[in-house]
Antibody, heavy 121, light 108 residues
Framework: EVHLLESGGGLVQPGGSLRLSCAAS????????VSWVRQPPGKGLEWVSA????????YYADSVKGRFTISRDHSKNTAYLQMNSLRAEDTAVYYC??????????????WGQGTLVTVSS | SYVLTQPPSVSVAPGQTARITCGGK??????VHWYQQKPGQAPVVVVY???YRPSGIPERFSGSDSGNTATLTISRVEAGDEADYYC???????????FGIGTKVTVL
């Protein structure tokens, strides 16, 4: 059974940094792209970043480009999101999601339960 | 950047049909995916690639996509269908995922 478990969320001051982790199990981790999607309190879903199965290609939303870095460690079956220069508007639940197909980036078939990041002084 | 437009809310009586639209320029040329999200839970895909249902999703959920509008149809609506529904595409032009703002379905 596929399982994604996020961790690393918490309270951080504006301008601070945080690293989120997404531990994956139940599938061949290196074959599938993984993405981070966030949801501010009471608002809709916003895509943040994605990384190809090999880790060789990364994608970022304009709102986080230059501040966030996505990576993955195949030996640990874990994806990461390094978040720097955090702002109040980055406050959200951050979900890790697995892309369904090995051949395209189209749709997410499994999601973790999310980890809350709060940026506040 | 590519934009998806959804109505903020749809209300429907039990047993009736709910239709949720997702507008986008030439969206009929893209694969559209729909997610259901209940309060406090992670999203779940209910329709992918315009019309396909994952295993475990009732046949009452169906999708269509043509021209500038994609539609998620929920037939014989039940109280348990009350949730937020999001459409999503992969915009290959920008290499970005795009979500609609979400539609809150209320069962009267």
């Amino acid at each position: 059974e596929v399982h994604l478990l996020e961790s690393g969320g918490g309270l951080v001051q504006p301008g601070g940094s945080l690293r989120l982790s997404c531990a994956a199990s139940g599938f061949t981790f290196s074959s599938y792209a993984v993405s981070w999607v966030r949801q501010p309190p009471g608002k809709g879903l916003e895509w943040v970043s994605a990384i190809s199965g090999s880790g060789g290609t990364t994608y970022y939303a304009d709102s986080v480009k230059g501040r966030f870095t996505i990576s993955r460690d195949h030996s640990k079956n874990t994806a990461y999101l390094q978040m720097n220069s955090l702002r109040a508007e980055d406050t959200a639940v951050y979900y890790c999601a697995k892309v369904k197909s090995t051949l395209s980036m189209e749709v997410f078939d499994y999601w973790g339960q999310g980890t809350l990041v709060t940026v506040s002084s | 950047s590519y934009v998806l437009t959804q109505p903020p809310s749809v209300s429907v009586a039990p047993g009736q049909t709910a239709r949720i639209t997702c507008g986008g320029k030439n969206i009929g040329t893209k694969s559209v995916h729909w997610y259901q999200q209940k309060p406090g839970q992670a999203p779940v895909v209910v329709v992918y690639d315009d019309t396909y249902r994952p295993s475990g999703i009732p046949e009452r959920f169906s999708g269509s996509d043509s021209g500038n509008t994609a539609t998620l149809t929920i037939s014989r609506v039940e109280a348990g269908d009350e949730a937020d529904y999001y459409c999503q595409v992969w915009d290959s032009g920008s290499d970005h995922y795009v979500f609609g703002i979400g539609t809150k379905v209320t069962v009267l």
